[in-house]
């Protein structure tokens, strides 16, 4: 169980904290909730029912340092398959990110980078799709990263990049 004023990562809303564990009365049920206000968002409140395991299997503690650190180890050498047809691709891309899951979300924004070099070479861009699924990626891992290594989650790309290279 989660407590109040922790903090956690809760889907693709990223860090929120757990403002409050009550009962309340919606849609005709009473029930308890988890209250939770995301981080960057701190106006917002988000209602997750104790009891639904579905919806409290995407609150997750917030990653250490060193949890971080091995995950990215363990990524370095992974990249997932180009799917040539754009429509796949996205669909592919969608799927990683309705998971949220840390590691398969890293691979996704590693796969992307380096899709974006190769391209940059011919002197051509990304597609939009592809390069909206990045966006999206590090929109989620630069607000969990970010908050846990403390540090801005505009540097996160940078602390990334440079980690991987590091042990090239």
Not at 23 to 28: A, H, R, V
Not at 39 to 57: C, E, H, K, Y
Not at 104 to 110: A, N, S
């Given at each position: 169980?989660?407590?109040?004023?922790?903090?956690?990562?809760?889907?693709?809303?990223?860090?929120?904290?757990?403002?409050?564990?009550?009962?309340?009365?919606m849609?005709?049920k009473?029930?308890?909730?988890?209250v939770?206000?995301?981080?960057?968002s701190?106006?917002?409140?988000?209602?997750?029912?104790?009891?639904?395991?579905?919806?409290?299997?995407?609150?997750?503690?917030?990653?250490?340092?060193?949890?971080?650190?091995?995950?990215?180890?363990?990524l370095?050498?992974?990249?997932?398959?180009?799917?040539?047809?754009?429509?796949?691709?996205?669909?592919?891309?969608?799927?990683?990110?309705?998971?949220?899951?840390?590691?398969?979300?890293?691979?996704?924004?590693?796969?992307?980078?380096?899709?974006?070099r190769?391209l940059?070479?011919?002197?051509?861009?990304?597609?939009t799709?592809?390069?909206?699924?990045?966006k999206?990626?590090?929109?989620?891992?630069?607000?969990?990263?970010?908050?846990?290594?403390?540090?801005?989650?505009?540097?996160?790309?940078?602390?990334i990049?440079?980690?991987?290279?590091?042990?090239?």
């Amino acid at each position: 169980m989660w407590e109040k004023d922790s903090y956690i990562i809760y889907g693709g809303n990223g860090v929120c904290r757990v403002t409050d564990v009550r009962s309340e009365k919606m849609y005709g049920k009473k029930q308890t909730y988890y209250v939770l206000s995301p981080v960057d968002s701190p106006g917002s409140m988000i209602f997750v029912p104790t009891d639904n395991a579905a919806l409290t299997a995407r609150m997750r503690k917030i990653p250490g340092r060193e949890e971080i650190l091995r995950l990215l180890d363990g990524l370095k050498e992974e990249t997932l398959p180009w799917e040539k047809d754009s429509r796949l691709r996205a669909e592919q891309f969608n799927e990683i990110l309705d998971r949220c899951d840390q590691r398969e979300l890293l691979v996704l924004i590693c796969t992307i980078w380096n899709k974006r070099r190769e391209l940059a070479r011919q002197s051509k861009k990304l597609a939009t799709s592809d390069d909206n699924a990045l966006k999206r990626a590090e929109k989620i891992i630069n607000g969990e990263y970010g908050f846990a290594l403390s540090v801005k989650p505009e540097e996160v790309p940078a602390f990334i990049a440079d980690y991987l290279s590091a042990g090239e």
